[in-house]
């Protein structure tokens, strides 16, 4: 099984080496094939390991993208909270995540997608639509989300425009995105406030 899977990444590093890999073509993954078998001209030399990840890495980018941008295309709309944070995929900001720990990567992660304790995620997992029980627990006035928290909460005005400036932009207009900043944002989990809306409410677990 191993050697089979060492020809093909041999033959298609030879491939890559002979050919190159035009812009924009993909690297199609595939059996042997005879006519591959002793290739032994002067391209006869192993692409380095590194083209082979450089297009894999290429590869799952497009995807990546492809998908966030979906719904421009005519797709469902996908991700709606977390484009709040991300207006396109961003490996910078998404390191600066994952340089913290499990715990705290696990709670970023939470705000940033949504899907979180915060009510109207609650409401969506517990089927439970009443417009009073999504209201923020805080202000009373809109949807309890974690985007929420930054852009409109009365409440929590003052800590959010400490650790996040004020907020620009429309957020109903292409490519919006809050401003904010792992660390910051690390930082504003923590506040009792905010990490008593990401912890489940446990008079209600049963
Ligand atoms: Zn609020």
Redesign the pocket.
Known sequence: MGHYGNEIADLLAKRGTKKGLPEGEALVLEAPRKEDEGIKDAHDIPAPYSLLTLTIREGVEKWWTDRWHAEEKGGKEIYRQTKYFFQRPDKEKSRTIMNHSKHEVGTMIQFITGHCYMKRHQALVDREEAPDKIK?R??K??EETPF?TIWN?D??YQSSVEFFGEQEGDPNEKGFSISWGALKLKKFTQLPRIASMLTPDLDEVT
Do not use: E, F, V
Request: proline fraction near 0%; hydrophobic fraction near 35%; glycine fraction near 0%.
């Open positions: 923020c805080w202000c006035q809109y929420h909460c409440a929590l």
